[in-house]
Each structure stands twice: as structure tokens, then as C-alpha cells.
DNA sequence: TGTACATCAGTGAACGCGCGTTCACTGATGTAC
DNA sequence: TGTACATCAGTGAACGCGCGTTCACTGATGTAC
């Protein structure tokens, strides 16, 4: 049966919030199109007539999940007038570990988009590139620049790498040592605030 | 036909010395059991004679893709006097990040040992243990403790985190944005050592 | 505003394919005499 | 040392299943009059 058009332009998002969920859980090879439709409550039958393929899926899908927390870390850097510490703590959080469907894209897709090219891995190069210029842009003495130096790039690449790096310990660490993970996280929430501050 | 005992335990473990590899290269999820007796240049119908399952056989490659990685990093404290810069450059090299089948499992198989509980992140989770406990146990300084305290663990978890997610980073972007994923392994060679060395 | 009909979003069965796993078979190995 | 035979490592066909994708169909939407 037909549905409104306004109707079918929210299935299409519905599809694709699903995705962008199901994908940062278990990987894009983890998730058929049939489960995505079917979690976002309809058949597999419709959704080429949403999507060329699974792998447009995915590019979109990964667009989208990027966006909010590319958004969060700008307003946050924002807020606390360019320091970084409060979105480094939230970042390094057990619920963020155990969330990974509402969380940053980059600890599960970047692996995926690292296994060959094509529109995945455009998208995430993407946000990856917006990560590192948000970071970058500002310094740990709240000024803001269009055009950051050696010195705020290197801040920004060390701070995110220790953070996709840490979340990803921690997540492969969480069931067979829990401490172990914790302790990860509280280790890096200390010594990245210290790092982005100093140097 | 039969073949004799040596040969028989030389094509278990050539099984899954290319489990490893293209473990590293996929992701678990990503090979399959054809596939790899294939490479190693046997027919499917015999795998189950060596391994309980594909879950096996993941364990078991994971943890003979920690040991030689592992024995090296080991290997080069020692000569080094404690010294991890060499290892920190090393592993932040181009080479690496386009060979990861004969890498530092880490980079592929967290994700996959995040996913779930089980046998692979077991292994998984030893492997990242024998890293950190690699690197907590070396001070920059030259000398050795069997007993690392706080700050030993600290640079140890930002120090493997970073080179973890510096790999990914690179991996992710190294064909949309291949001069940016170079810029990201270079300035984690700068900036880690120098993070070894004066904290 | 009301009716007749073309459009097309979503359904559900079907496709070929590769997956992990099983199994009857083969024939060289290795043992018993 | 030589022969007879049980063992069992590896083969290749087959299993049920889920994958991505296609397609004839349905029936509400939205348009033409």
C-alpha cells in the first residue's frame, strides 16, 4: 500500500537512524539490510526504493552518525570557551563504552572504512577530518583560529587518537576484565585533560 | 588420503598462521572458514579434524597474532635500555599501516573482541595486557620494575591508546585523504616519543 | 467538492550465492604379526 | 624385514541458513476532470 510522502521521507530517516545505530554496534558486515528494515519496522522488499545499495546505505548511514557528536563537540568546545576537558571526560565514560549505537561512529566504522575505498570510507575521512579541525581549532588558552599551527595540530591528532584508541581498549577489555577497562578510561581522562592543557 | 603426523600438525598450524593474517587484514567476521583453508592449500572438509569451530580457530589466531608482535616490542626494550621510542616509530610507520595482516592485531581484532563476550576476546584481552604490561614495566630512564606504579601505568595506557588509534586513523583515511593519513602517523611519532620521554 | 484513475511506497516470495558445519568416502600412514 | 590391515587426515558433495538484490503484486495516495 502507498504511503503520504511525508511518510515515506520519514521511513527513509527511520531506515537510516536505524542503520547508523546498528552499524556503530557491530560493524557494517554485522548488520544485513533485512534486520535494518525490519528493526526500523518494515520489510527488505522497500528499501531499494530508498537506497541503491547497501553500501549507500552505509555512506549515509555514517554521514549521519557522525553529525550529532561532530555537532556535540563543537557546541562543547563552544561552551567551555575552547577547552576541551569536559567533552575528553564524557568521552572517556563507562555508559559511552557500553553504548557504542549512540555514541562516536569512529571506534567501530573507521576500522570498516579502513578495509578498502569507496563511499564509507570517503564518509568517514569526512568526519574524521571534522573532528580533527574542531580540535585543532582551538586552544588550550580558549582563543579560536582558522588557521592552526603545527602545535594545535599535533595537540588534536594525539587527543583523538588516545581517545578512539581508549575507547577501543576498553570496549575489548570490558568482559573479561573489567578493571582493567575502568581502568583504562580513568587513566585517560586524567592524563588527556593534563595533555590538552600543558602540552 | 592420510598424511603423517608432522605434516598433519604442520597443516594445523599453517591453517592458522593464515587465520592471523587475514584476520588482521578482514576482521573475523570478514574471512571465512573456505577461504582460509583454501590460502593455506587445503579443501574445507578437513578443518573440523583440527578445530572445534571457526570461534576456535578465531581464538587460537588471535593469540599467535599477539605473540611475535608482543615478543617484539619486548625485544626491543630490552635492547633499547627501556627505550620505547624506537618501537613507537617503528610501529607509526607507513609500512605498517598498509600491511596489516603482519601488523600489531590490535588495530583489527579489538573491534571484533568488543563485540562480544567469548573466547576471542579472551585472547584478546591477554594480548592487550602483555602490551601494557610491557610498556608500564620500562621507564624512560632506562630501568626496570616488576611492580609499575601509577605513572608507569598512566604513560603506558596513553602511549598503547594513541598508537592504536593513531593506526586506525591513518588506515581510515589512507586512501580518501592519503596526505592527511600520513600527517596523522607522523606527528604521533613526534609527539609520543616525546610524551615517553618527558611524560 | 466529488468521482475515476494513474502512481508508486511498501509487501512478501523468490533468485543465486557464500556461509559454518557434517559426512561418506579415499588412500597413505603406521601398527600388529 | 615383509606383509596385512586398522587408522584417520584430507576430499568434495551436501545440509540449512542468511545474505544482498529483484520483482509481481497490493492498495492508499494524489491528480485530472
Redesign the pocket.
Known sequence: ????????S???QAILETAARLYRERGI?G???????REA?????????????????AAEACELAFAAPLARLNATLEKHEGDATPYITNYLRTQHRDKPGEGCPMPTLAIDAGREPGLVSDAVTQGISGYLKAFASHRPDGSVTEAPEAADKARAVVVLSALIGGMVLARATSSAAPALSDEILAILQEELSTFWKNG
Open positions: 500500500m502507498k504511503v503520504s510522502k511525508e511518510q515515506s520519514a521511513n527513509r558486515g548488520v544485513g539490510v533485512a534486520e535494518i528494515t519496522g518494515f520489510t527488505h522488499g522497500g528499501f531499494y526504493g530508498h537506497f541503491d545499495s547497501k553500501e549507500a546505505l
